[in-house]
Nanobody, 123 residues
Framework: QVQLAESGGGLVQAGGSLRLSCAAS????????MGWFRQTPGNEREFVAV????????YYADSVKGRFTISRDNAKSTAYLQMNSLKPEETAVYYC????????????????WGPGTQGTVSP
């Protein structure tokens, strides 16, 4: 099983960019699909993007298509989320998560989560 740690959050102005990283420990990173989710206070955790084990297949929430890009480097056991043209309403804690095997957007299918990183977008 892997352990995850996000980094790269911070404060940006609307229209700006952030690049999040998710570093995984363990030797089986390439066996896991990796997802990014976000959560704001009082709301459920929301799917953002997912990438398959080999890095060739991706899927995005409609709200981020064309602005966010998910990627991974299996040699470095790291997943990334490049976020461009950010909006104030996208201020949230961003989490990466790992699921053994194939991709899914279902939050409850992921059994390994990082602690999260705060991304704040000012107007």
């Amino acid at each position: 099983q892997v352990q995850l740690a996000e980094s790269g959050g911070g404060l940006v102005q609307a229209g700006g960019s952030l690049r999040l990283s998710c570093a995984a420990s363990g030797r089986t990173f390439s066996s896991y699909s990796m997802g990014w989710f976000r959560q704001t206070p009082g709301n459920e955790r929301e799917f953002v993007a997912v990438i398959g084990q080999g890095g060739y297949t991706t899927y995005y929430a409609d709200s981020v298509k064309g602005r966010f890009t998910i990627s991974r480097d299996n040699a470095k056991s790291t997943a990334y989320l490049q976020m461009n043209s950010l909006k104030p309403e996208e201020t949230a804690v961003y989490y990466c998560a790992a699921k053994f095997g194939g991709m899914t957007v279902v939050v409850t299918a992921y059994n390994t989560w990082g602690p999260g990183t705060q991304g704040t977008v000012s107007p």
